[in-house]
């Protein structure tokens, strides 16, 4: 699949090695692609994936990716230009900057905001469980669930092996707006790892019989 | 330990159906404590709990459970008059009637609507699993996770073995500020077992390693 990540961060590095070392066709979206980080990021996936300006990345791929810090997000959305026929993948959590809660939600969610910016079709994912996890999502033999949500089957069901890929177990909450649910899910993960001192090392997973 | 539940229903009564036959002293606090509801549920616990009044059970009792309907509460914890010197454990979802999310969250939630309401020790728990899952939490083996979170440490220590009574893996999440992020993980079990049609044999649990 041709996917452009938006950000080269935690977030964004990690999806696009891991993808990469799939065979997708990753191009990353970043300010400065000739930058030393994202160098060494294109050298870390063994030639596989490219860098260009957001607006490149998105114009070539068939998926976009959103990995920004959330006051960054909206920016990135409209640099890519016209997004309507693409899908978007929101992984972002609309943090405050001290990490006691979120910007926004309740009403509205960070993906739905997305949605707003974008006119694509918006899945949200990725974003309950810490970037370190990826790819090293097993714990003690169980895999970590990846929630994912949207409104468009067609958009949500290119989403899900994407979340298989990076070492996940697919789970479909339904419509985007419990986007609304999941980045509270995502704020307790943060809470539990940063305010308790947990560390990185815990997932959430639905237990079904 | 001597609990008043105030509610008997899904929630409350099985708790304290649990709770009776776990030796507690269980005290119904109820409009009508001669129904032939709650007879019927007093007949269950084999005669191990009581009903009254709300506040004759709060009086009665170390631990107030509130386990209403969310806008039931208010008065519920008004009846019971003084409860400062009690651990109210907070039970409720503040959901709306269509159950298409929470009327309130945020910046506040439920459980600190109860402490200021009370100025009681509020520790959240029992609200993000379905009733129907007390005292029958193995999935496939596995112990579904009992969140709770409260400011009070003292407080959570009584209630930690109440939780693990109910055969829920008790898994303390810090503050009760934290409730903001557990009401909405409810509300994430809600839907999906309401609108996305997946009944109520699901729970939450925090994989670890």
């Known amino acids: 699949m041709k996917i452009a990540i938006l950000g080269a961060g935690n977030v964004g590095g990690a999806l696009g090695k891991l993808w990469a070392g799939r065979g997708h066709e990753v191009r990353f979206g970043v300010p400065e692609p000739k930058s030393e980080k994202v160098t060494a990021l294109l050298a870390s996936t063994g ?72 006119g694509a079709k918006v899945v949200k994912a990725f974003n309950t469980i810490g970037a370190g996890n990826y790819g090293n999502a097993e714990f003690a033999g169980t895999r970590a669930d990846g929630f994912y949500c949207g409104d468009d089957a067609a958009a949500k069901g290119k989403v899900k092996p994407l979340i298989a890929d990076i070492g996940l177990n697919p789970v479909d909450v339904g419509p985007l707006r419990n986007a609304r649910l999941l980045e509270p899910l995502a704020m307790l993960w943060i809470d539990l790892a940063i305010n308790q001192k947990w560390g990185p090392n815990h997932a959430f997973m639905l237990l079904r019989r």
């Open 47 to 118: 030639g596989k994936a490219q860098a260009g300006s957001n607006r490149e990345a998105a114009a070539a791929s068939e998926v976009v990716v959103l990995s920004v810090p959330w006051p960054a997000a909206e920016k990135a959305i409209r640099d890519c230009g016209d997004l309507a026929s693409k899908v978007v993948i929101d992984c972002t959590n609309p943090l405050r900057s001290d990490l006691t809660g979120l910007v926004l939600g309740h009403t509205t969610s960070a993906a739905e905001q997305v949605a707003a910016w974008s």
